[in-house]
């Protein structure tokens, strides 16, 4: 069955735009996860999206926000992009009620310039 | 966020060469996972880990799950060049589905 599929794959924007960012999980999947990963701080969890909700958060400021919608699919975007921003962003989906892990897309490169 | 403590930091060994990496926490978890990641590519699983003493292999790898439930191992034998990128451990405690991912090990194979 197809992965999980990340779009863009690669994204340039200025300071002070904004970015959105989708991600489609496996098919059966009703969990996504989203992070950030960056040389210095490796991967940085976000926040994850279960039946539409958003069950879990991790320490990120406000300008980072996501949701989910009735088909799994899920979307982040980031408001007032700062220079820090630029990252590797990474999907992943998983089945809830198994800790078989988490499956990742090939996620989505941000250069805020 | 917490993070795991994964040794080394990076790797560069001759093809043929074994290799191994481990994971140390503070925390007990209740499953390891074992991730590779390639150059532009998300994290593929490699390994996870049920049971603390398990013993699990694929192929090449072979991965444990410390007994004291706060550490892990990772073992490649016989390391090919394909074998390079990044291999990141990651622990998830009883009740959650998030893991908590290390730095990640980032191995170079000389041909």
């Known amino acids: 069955k197809a992965g999980v599929t990340q779009t863009p794959r690669y994204l340039i924007k200025t300071r002070g735009q904004q970015v959105t960012l989708s991600c489609s999980p496996i098919s059966g999947h009703r969990s996504v996860s989203w992070y950030q990963q960056t040389p210095g701080q490796g991967l940085q969890f976000l926040f994850e999206?279960?039946?539409?909700?958003?069950?879990n958060k991790g320490n990120f400021p406000g300008r980072f926000s996501g949701r989910q919608f009735s088909n799994s699919r899920s979307e982040m975007n980031v408001s007032t992009l700062e220079l820090g921003d630029s990252a590797l962003y990474l999907c992943?989906?998983?089945?809830?009620?198994?800790?078989?892990?988490?499956?990742f897309g090939s996620g989505t490169q941000l250069s805020v310039l | 966020g917490q993070q795991l403590n994964q040794s080394p930091q990076s790797m560069f060994i001759q093809e043929g060469e074994d290799v191994s990496m481990n994971c140390t926490s503070s925390?007990?978890?209740?499953?390891w996972l074992w991730y590779k990641q390639d150059p532009g590519e998300g994290p593929v699983l490699l390994i996870a880990?049920?049971?603390?003493?398990e013993l699990t292999s694929n192929g090449r790898l072979t991965a444990q799950f410390g007994i004291t439930r706060k550490d892990s191992f990772l073992n490649i034998s016989a390391s090919i060049p394909s074998d390079v990128g990044i291999y990141f451990c990651?622990?998830?405690?009883?009740?959650?589905?998030?893991?908590?991912f290390g730095r990640g090990t980032s191995l170079i194979v000389h041909p």
């Open positions: 992943a989906s998983s089945l809830i009620g198994t800790d078989e892990g988490l499956f």
């Open positions: 925390s007990i978890f209740n499953t």
């Open positions: 880990l049920y049971k603390a003493g």
């Open positions: 999206y279960f039946s539409e909700t958003q069950r």
């Open positions: 990651a622990g998830m405690p009883g009740g959650s589905y998030i893991p908590t």
